[in-house]
């Protein structure tokens, strides 16, 4: 599972736009199936992409993942991953799927879609919304305190896993894997 928060900057009419290069990574969060978890902060690590990441994985997983893409399509290990059979899950259209297709999905937004109602629809548990609190008050991501950010990206990556897990469950017998 990959998460990542990144800078607020607007241009043409889109928030934390990837293709302006004003905005960039603050912090990622990556959780493994065995188990192992990274939240990593620009301020605070070395590297937000430590060497080997993407070692042993086949598939990343993430909520509206589309997002999180533009920041890393260009990095060098996720052409080559990409290459070499690595496949990408997006929860946010997996559940616009598993309903058929019922809410409207424009602009990555849909009613329901969302990683808080998806989270309490499989069994995880919504988080305080300080931080798009922060966002909406213009505060760039990078002066948000690092605990605070650090504690929501980790609520943000476990429960996309539950969401992930929950919808393989559905997805399987289904045959729509």
């Known amino acids: ?10 241009s043409f009419n889109r928030r934390a736009n990837a293709f302006d290069s004003r905005n960039y990574i603050v912090a990622n969060g990556l959780k493994y199936q065995d188990g192992r978890k990274l939240v ?11 060497a080997g990441w993407l070692d042993g994985v086949t598939c990343l997983v993430g909520q509206n993942i589309k997002f999180d893409m533009q920041y890393i399509w260009s990095r060098p290990e996720v052409q080559e991953w990409l290459k070499n059979g690595g496949r990408i899950y997006d929860t946010m259209y997996a559940e616009y799927l598993l309903t058929g297709q019922h809410q409207r999905f424009e602009n990555g937004q849909a009613e329901g879609l969302d990683l808080n109602s998806l989270a309490l629809k499989y069994g995880g548990t919504t988080k305080p919304d300080i931080i798009k609190e922060y966002w909406q008050a213009g505060i760039q991501t990078i002066d948000i ?29 289904m045959g729509m894997t």
């Open 145 to 173: 305190d690092q605990d605070e950010l650090l504690e929501y990206l980790d609520g943000d990556i476990v429960n996309t896993e539950i969401v992930f897990l929950g919808q393989i469950k559905k997805y399987v017998p």
């Open 40 to 50: 990593l902060h620009k301020l605070r690590d070395d590297s937000l992409f430590p």
């Open 1 to 10: 599972v990959i998460d990542l928060e990144t800078s607020i900057y607007e």
